[in-house]
């Protein structure tokens, strides 16, 4: 095949067929079996939200051991936004096994690294010279962007907004908004964190600008821009909902950030690499971050994230103060090479703009049926439903999560795997990989249609 720039896009080739079956109960005899050998083994707090074991994955759909096939709408929270097992990062993270599988890049580098950093530095936002460090998570790059703030302002404080999440370490946990099940009974907690209210257009009613006054206000109150060292956000709240502030919030707020001296890190785990139909949500909102934080979807599957900032902040660590054991691993880094040839190849960013597309629409004809649905929202491949009490709507906007948890488990046994989400758990999110069909989409929003007339019939 020659592969010219004319050529159209070859259409992917999958080892599983895209369609949901369902052969068992579910969970089916086998994942039950499993599923007592884990309780033996695996303590509690390590919950699933869907107990069926998964033996292949490929494209949008999971297989589980009994041989059912799941539309996946959770791409494991945001990590498989290329698909599952998407052939051209197998082969890359496989050639890559062969050749070198660890030496830690701090003892002695490779080529992997400094590529995965050079592709951060050309599609993050804003035009200036980056640096990037590599780590194993999204809490790890949380932690990491969080101290080279304070080393570099020689401040502690850390800003956060309500209904934000930022991981489970011990640092993150104090920067999370909601305490269960994240933290109960984990402390003690970081000092030093200041949560702010946020922009919640559906909730507050106020203009972007409005809410930034907001957030400055309350923040220079109860801190003092002073000492503040950073603010973090994300661009689109994932755990806490698909919040999508007003238009001109994130800017005025990174405008007070640099009057004063704040380093602005977007937290964009969850919103970056492709899934909004930009390679990151601050985009959308005329956002340059100081410090972009990418982790999830960004190496396929494989375990890696990234700290990604102006080079005059990334440069304030002294040498030996950043790293990791496996902080870049060669071959998750080699996936991470082959996510961003992909999504380039397969124009993903338009397979966002189509999933926004086709869920948007299904789901607003949803919502003119039924009322438990308050607002649908969302950019791209990360959309949201915020269920209400009927006919509260316009009024309480009280929180409906006996709706939410009703849909989940009639989908999951149509076979839909459909995440909740919100700091109520009164959120219905799709995030899709961005090689779900719209055949599949509209299959799924089927599916949701049936749940919901159930719910409220
Ligand atoms: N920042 C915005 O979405 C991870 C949590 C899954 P880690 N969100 C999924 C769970 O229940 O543990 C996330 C995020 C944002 C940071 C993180 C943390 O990323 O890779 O899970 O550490």
């Given at each position: ?20 079956k369902i052969v068992t109960?579910?969970?089916g005899?086998k994942s ?20 069926v074991?998964?033996a292949k ?6 297989v589980d051991v009994d041989g059912n096939q ?388």
């Amino acid at each position: 095949m020659t592969d010219t720039l004319d050529a159209p896009v070859a259409a992917p080739v999958y080892t599983v067929p895209q369609e949901r079956k369902i052969v068992t109960a579910i969970p089916g005899p086998k994942s039950e079996a499993l599923h007592r050998r884990r309780l033996a083994v695996v303590p509690p707090g390590v919950s699933s939200a869907l107990p069926v074991y998964i033996a292949k994955a490929n494209g949008a759909i999971l297989v589980d051991v009994d041989g059912n096939q799941f539309i996946d709408l959770g791409a494991g929270i945001g990590v498989t936004t290329i698909g599952h097992t998407e052939a051209a990062v197998v082969a890359a993270a496989a050639a890559q096994l062969q050749d070198v599988t660890h030496t830690l890049f701090t003892i002695t580098p490779y080529e992997e690294y400094v590529r995965v950093a050079e592709l951060l530095a050309e599609n993050t936002p804003g035009d200036f010279v980056k640096r990037t460090v590599l780590v194993n998570s999204g809490a790890e790059a949380v932690e990491n962007a969080v101290k080279i703030a304070r080393k570099h302002t020689h401040r502690v404080g850390v800003a956060v907004l309500e209904h934000a999440y930022h991981g489970r370490t011990n640092l993150t946990m104090a920067m999370n908004f909601k305490a269960a099940p994240y933290s109960t009974g984990f402390g003690p907690f970081a000092g030093d964190v200041y949560r702010a209210p946020n922009s919640y257009p559906y909730h507050d009613g106020l203009t972007g600008p409005e809410a930034a006054a907001r957030t400055i206000a309350y923040l220079e109150k109860t801190v003092g821009a002073e000492d503040l060292a950073c603010l973090v956000a994300e661009p689109i709240q994932g755990e806490g909902g698909f919040v999508v502030p007003a238009e001109g919030y994130l800017p005025a707020l990174q405008e007070w950030c640099t009057e004063n001296g704040i380093v602005f890190i977007a937290d964009e785990i969850q919103s970056g690499m492709a899934r909004t139909g930009a390679m990151f949500a601050s985009e959308h909102f005329g956002l340059v971050p100081d410090v972009v934080l990418s982790a999830k979807g960004i190496a396929g599957g494989l375990p890696l994230a990234g700290v990604t900032g102006r080079a005059e902040i990334m440069d304030s660590a002294q040498p030996g103060g950043l790293g990791g054991t496996f902080g870049g691993n060669p071959v998750a880094a080699a996936a991470a090479v082959a996510v961003f040839e992909q999504i380039e190849k397969s124009n993903l960013l338009e397979e966002a703009a189509r999933i926004e597309r086709t869920l948007t629409t299904g789901l607003r004809a949803l919502q003119q049926k039924y009322d438990v649905i308050g607002e649908v929202r969302g950019i791209g491949a990360m959309i949201a439903i915020e269920l209400v009490e009927p006919g509260t709507g316009e009024t309480t906007k009280a929180p409906n999560a006996a709706a939410v948890n009703s849909i989940v488990a009639y989908a999951a046994q149509q076979g839909v795997l459909v995440l909740t989400a919100g700091t109520y758990g009164n959120v219905l999110r799709f995030l899709p990989s961005l090689a779900t069909s719209d055949a599949l989409l509209e299959d799924a929003l089927s599916v949701i249609d049936e749940a919901l007339a159930r719910f409220t019939a």
